[in-house]
């Protein structure tokens, strides 16, 4: 992906992530702010999520099912999103009925949604990260993303599973997901 440092005031060609949010803005699945930024490192919303992995499949219309969760009816912006990210197991609710819609997204919280979404199936190798061992409830999701090379660690050897996921990291997993 090249580089287009003219879509957004905040983004410039030093931003490493730069490349994979032009592909992410062109190819519709994320779009700026009324002030002319793409706010690279504010964190991603569990509502945002729904509709960039609606967009990424290329999914057709959808409608809003506002009886699914109790914090979220027919006002809010990504409701089709959210009906259609629920009704194919992407994403769940949580024990109290609600979806939590600006509740931020971890990293593995990504993985998790990425593998449903891949309809994946492997097993764990918690030797991968050292954050990451095989008892983890994520293990198998975050072993597969970075196999897949959708999501990598950091150089202390961790994937820090529990690390928010900014806007600007989206895109690069987007960016990953759909070239693998």
């Not at 580089?3 to 699945?29: K, M, Q, Y």
Request: glycine letters at 10%; hydrophobic letters at 40%; a negative charge.
């Amino acid at each position: 992906a090249a580089c287009d440092a003219t879509l957004f005031d905040d983004v410039d060609a030093s931003n490493p992530f730069c490349p994979e949010i032009t592909w992410a803005a062109n190819r519709g699945l994320v779009d700026g702010f009324a002030d002319g930024g793409f706010h690279p490192v504010e964190v991603v919303t569990r509502e945002v999520v729904a509709a960039l992995l609606y967009r990424l499949s290329g999914a057709s219309a959808s409608t809003c099912d506002a009886s699914l969760f109790d914090d979220v009816d027919a006002s809010n912006a990504f409701c089709a999103e959210i009906t259609w990210a629920a009704g194919r197991g992407i994403v769940n609710g949580y024990a109290d009925g609600t979806f939590r819609p600006a509740e931020g997204v971890t990293r593995q919280a990504m993985a998790v949604f990425l593998y449903r979404l891949a309809g994946a199936t492997s097993g764990c190798d918690g030797t991968r990260f050292d954050d990451v061992s095989d008892t983890h409830p994520f293990c198998a999701e975050i072993t597969w993303v970075a196999s897949q090379g959708i999501a990598s660690g950091y150089a202390d050897g961790g994937f820090h599973p529990a690390a928010d996921l900014t806007r600007q990291a989206a895109a690069s997993i987007l960016y990953n997901y759909d070239q693998r």
